[in-house]
């Protein structure tokens, strides 16, 4: 009869109990006899069955062996944590995950589509926009005059319960619906807010320019030691001559003579798209940001002012899901300061190259995009990836691959 997993398992744990007892036979699927010989035969055709599972040690250590011609030692005592567990346990892990990100998308689909009743002298929208960025003392009001449902009181308690938790730089979420959940609470995602972020994809990814990505580019970024040595002689120089050190963007001679040839190609490829004078009334760096947006490649950086957006794109890849994806959180003016190395400029573009503007995009222009490498400049919230969030999308906030990834070749007739 075949045996499942888990059958397998409950078996395998009786063989190697510390007494090495024969299995009964419900167990065994085999009729009981006492005899030694009979014991043997059953132990052996049981042990022939779980043998990809069998524990063995090896240099002091645990392991599930696979191998069947291993050499195992004669102690052989079943392991506190078997690999089959482990596996057992992943999958349990990602169901509860799974369920888990499926009602904070609910949660999330329902206060970017609420509609709550005016209270007081205060506005729908109003009330709205201070209840979704943690104003207690109007929900208790709200509460005690009966001015909510049960529905919205209880969504707005399951926001309430993600956004109460402390606020380290490093943060790890169970998906990313509460990661955007814990951003709209803390008010990360309103107009006026100071924040910028950065998603990608898989957490392990550094912070480098997608010109420098390529095993054939990457030797043009210095290390990080010649980058502070040089970042400190300017400083020492503006010393001497008595000004505050502001730094202008130069990229340094070996990238801007790498650039300005796969530029001029990646230029060609978008006038094939769009008017040729349209793309040629544009100055260097906002046909920079077009390349950027629309092929990629270029050795900047770009942010967004968005956290929906940021969210969508640590979510939104044609590759296998990895373990966790990131979102960077950094302030421009934390990030200037820290990095005294470039600025934060939003881009200006004609309608006809709207990505950009729907994005809500800010590049990062700095001297040395080595430094950018460096983690502890940015609050780093991590996220699970779940198969609910892939990608992460809001109508509501404007967030879908055909809002934001809109093509150039759709366009029939553009003009500046």
């Known amino acids: 009869m075949r045996r499942t997993i888990a059958g397998q398992y409950r078996l395998s744990e009786t063989l190697f109990s510390r007494n090495f007892r024969v299995p009964s036979a419900e167990t065994a699927h085999a009729p009981r006899c006492d005899s030694p010989q009979a014991k043997e035969k059953i132990l052996l055709a049981n042990r022939a069955l779980i043998e990809p599972y069998r524990p063995c040690r090896i240099s002091n250590c645990n392991y599930i062996s696979g191998l069947r011609n291993a050499s195992f030692s004669s102690k052989c005592a079943f392991p506190r944590t078997p690999k089959l567990f482990h596996i057992l346990s992943a999958q349990r892990g990602r169901r509860r995950r799974a369920a888990r990100a499926k009602k904070s998308r609910d949660v999330l689909n329902f206060l970017a589509g609420w509609e709550p009743n005016a209270f007081g002298n205060k506005s729908p929208a109003i009330v709205k926009d201070q209840l979704l960025t943690g104003r207690k003392d109007l929900h208790a009001s709200m509460l005690s005059e009966g001015a909510l449902s049960e529905e919205e009181e209880w969504h707005l308690e399951y926001a309430y319960a993600i956004a109460a938790s402390p606020q380290p730089r490093c943060r790890e979420f169970v998906n990313i619906y509460d990661l955007v959940l814990y951003g709209l609470l803390r008010g990360f995602e309103r107009a006026d807010s100071p924040w910028i972020f950065r998603g990608q994809f898989n957490e392990r990814f550094e912070l480098v320019p997608s010109l420098f990505r390529r095993e054939r580019r990457s030797d043009l970024l210095r290390s990080e030691g010649a980058a502070m040595f040089d970042l400190a002689a300017r400083l020492l120089c503006s010393l001497d001559v008595g000004q ?173």
């Open 244 to 416: 505050p050190y502001e730094v202008p963007f130069a990229l340094h001679e070996d990238i801007v003579a790498a650039w300005s040839v796969e530029g001029q190609g990646k230029l060609k490829a978008i006038r094939q798209q769009v008017d040729s004078p349209l793309v040629d009334s544009l100055s260097d760096f906002q046909q920079d940001a077009v390349i950027q947006h629309y092929l990629g490649g270029t050795p900047y950086l770009d942010f967004t002012k968005s956290i929906c957006v940021a969210a969508f794109f640590a979510t939104y890849s044609y590759d296998p899901a990895p373990s966790k994806g990131v979102v960077y959180v950094v302030s421009p003016n934390d990030l200037q300061e820290q990095l005294k190395s470039g600025k934060i400029v939003c881009i200006e573009l004609p309608p006809a190259f709207d990505r950009p503007h729907r994005q809500k995009a800010v590049f990062v222009l700095t001297a040395w995009p080595e430094l950018l490498c460096e983690r502890s400049l940015f609050d780093i919230w991590t996220f699970h990836h779940t198969e609910v969030g892939l990608p992460f999308e809001c109508v509501e906030y404007g967030v879908t691959s055909s809002l934001l990834l809109p093509d150039l070749s759709r366009r029939s007739t553009l003009s500046p």
